[in-house]
């Protein structure tokens, strides 16, 4: 199939997946839906959901990536197992490491490293990131959930789906985050102005963060930059969420180069990674039935960052 971005008409009322499919047949459903979600298909220009019901005469525009060469192979890469049981796996993913293969990263992910240590989840759902349930940013640490069978993978895909797993960020972000504590509701879609960006735009997909501060603190003299340490639990699932969210109230997270809205002193003087880190996570496991509660501590790179400020008391604040 060419590659690149092709251009469509509908010829029938129906869902978007659908259309693209009649159009495309050498396409899966599952495949359409995929390209959906990561923001290369657009009806008159305007990034749609799967289900959204297109009308004759309509504009599709689908960018089709280049085809991963082949399935990916099992590495022999050390893994931070957290936790694990009959149905999953549950690691601490160190920052620097992509979670599957991609064009650029065909190999060292954690994929790769999973089909080394458990060769039986090279045929849990889709082929070329077989068992990830859920997907971490390369440059963010922490907690990820893998599924070891394809029973486990669709129990786990639906406790997300119901909002039922429970998953929290700890966040270094660029000010004195206010209000202290809140909710950010807004929808999240592909940047039209940049593909590689994820953005804040109307009619996006829900997207919704809660979060709070946990500790101020300030670089310098009592002058100094302020900076927050943030509880962040995103209740929906969107790229790049609490990367987009806190930019977009005016906070960036410390080292985020795609979304800081300003260069701070302490990401010029450190050249830091984003300091987004996937801490604490809660899962009701397909094997026992139970709940598993899981904390990864901070990692060694964002504990040297907070070193370098000093915590504000709150008469400071």
């Known amino acids: 199939m060419t590659v690149g971005l092709i251009t469509l008409t509908a010829t029938r009322a129906d869902r978007l997946d659908k259309v693209i499919v009649a159009l495309l047949p050498t396409l899966s459903r599952s495949a359409a839906q995929r390209l959906i979600a990561q923001g290369r298909v657009q009806v008159d220009d305007v990034a749609r959901d799967a289900d959204y019901r297109v009308q004759p005469g309509q504009t599709i525009t689908v960018n089709l990536p280049a085809p991963l060469p082949e399935v990916p192979q099992a590495e022999p890469i050390a893994l931070d197992i957290l936790y694990e049981d009959e149905s999953v796996i549950v690691i601490n993913k160190p920052a620097g490491i992509v979670v599957h293969p991609a064009p650029g990263n065909l190999s060292g992910t954690v994929v790769n490293a999973v089909l080394s240590y458990a060769p039986e989840v090279q045929t849990v759902g889709d082929a070329h990131r077989p068992g990830i349930v859920h997907r971490l940013d390369k ?3 922490g907690l990820l959930l893998i599924a070891r069978h394809e029973v486990a993978l669709h129990a786990l895909q639906s406790q997300f789906k119901a909002r039922a797993i429970q998953k929290t960020y700890l966040a270094l972000c660029v000010g004195h985050v206010f209000p202290e504590r809140g909710v950010i509701d807004r929808p999240i879609a592909r940047d039209p102005g940049s593909r590689r960006r994820m953005a804040v735009v109307p009619g996006g997909r829900e997207a919704v963060t809660e979060y709070g501060v946990t500790e101020v603190f300030v670089l310098g003299s009592e002058t100094g930059p302020r900076y927050s340490l943030v509880r962040a639990h995103p209740l929906t699932g969107r790229t790049h969420q609490l990367r987009v969210h806190f930019a977009s109230i005016g906070y960036p997270i410390v080292g985020d180069a795609l979304y800081g809205l300003r260069r701070d002193e302490l990401t010029r003087r450190l050249k ?13 496991s397909p094997a026992s039935r139970r709940e598993v509660k899981l904390h990864a501590p901070l990692p060694v790179d964002m504990r040297r960052v907070l070193e370098e400020l000093s915590p504000l008391s709150l008469r400071d604040q």
Not at 272 to 284: K, N, Q, W
Request: hydrophobic share 45%; net charge negative; proline share 6%.
């Open 139 to 141: 440059e963010t640490s």
């Open 272 to 284: 830091p990674r984003h300091m987004l880190h996937a801490s604490e996570l809660a899962f009701v």
